[in-house]
């Protein structure tokens, strides 16, 4: 039972290691083998400077959103994940607007019209380090202007923790 369980930790730790772009190379790899490894971005932001960012989310279950930031030599500049403290960090009430929201975060998860409050509502399910609980951050964005009103971050109000949530 013991080695059974060993080769199943192995297995889930070689299948995480090909997530995340570690095996593609900054300065070496090409958009093209981006796209090969990643398949067809969900979106595409292409910056003044020439840089375009193709977006590979993994929501709702993976809780992540992988950017790969391409230069205008068509190499990897880098491949981040953006679901994290330090980008919703930077979602600011009263000024970030809905474009800087998508670019830092990517697409959301399920977005939300809800035109008597005269909102966007974007979803992002992500994860806190060191935190059990998945998470929802949620971005409120005004229909007329497209700026922040509010933001949440929240439990998944749909996560099941594996004892059901019995208290012991």
């Known amino acids: 039972m013991k080695?059974?369980?060993?080769?199943?930790?192995?297995a889930a730790i070689a299948g995480c290691a090909g997530m995340g772009g570690r095996e593609l190379m900054p300065g070496q790899s090409t958009a093209a083998e981006v796209e090969a490894k990643w398949g067809r971005?969900?979106?595409?932001?292409?910056?003044?400077?020439?840089?375009t960012v193709y977006y590979y989310p993994q929501l709702p279950?993976?809780?992540?959103t992988y950017a790969?930031?391409?230069?205008p030599d068509e190499r990897l500049?880098?491949?981040?994940?953006?679901?994290?403290?330090e980008n919703i960090a930077k979602v600011v009430r009263g000024r970030s607007t809905a474009l800087e929201v998508r670019d830092l975060l990517g697409p959301p998860y399920q977005p939300q019209?809800?035109?008597?409050?005269?909102r966007d509502i974007w979803t992002y399910p992500m994860r806190i380090a060191g935190d059990p609980t998945p998470k929802w951050f949620l971005v409120q964005l005004s229909l007329d202007d497209g700026v922040v009103r509010e933001t949440y971050?929240?439990?998944?109000?749909?996560?099941?923790?594996?004892?059901?949530g019995r208290r012991r």
């Open 77 to 85: 500049i880098a491949f981040e994940q953006r679901l994290t403290e």
């Open 3 to 10: 080695s059974i369980l060993a080769l199943l930790i192995a």
């Open 113 to 118: 019209t809800i035109a008597r409050m005269n």
């Open 153 to 164: 971050l929240m439990d998944d109000p749909q996560f099941v923790p594996k004892d059901g």
């Open 68 to 71: 790969a930031r391409i230069g």
């Open 61 to 64: 279950w993976g809780r992540v």
């Open 41 to 51: 971005a969900a979106e595409k932001h292409t910056h003044a400077d020439g840089e």
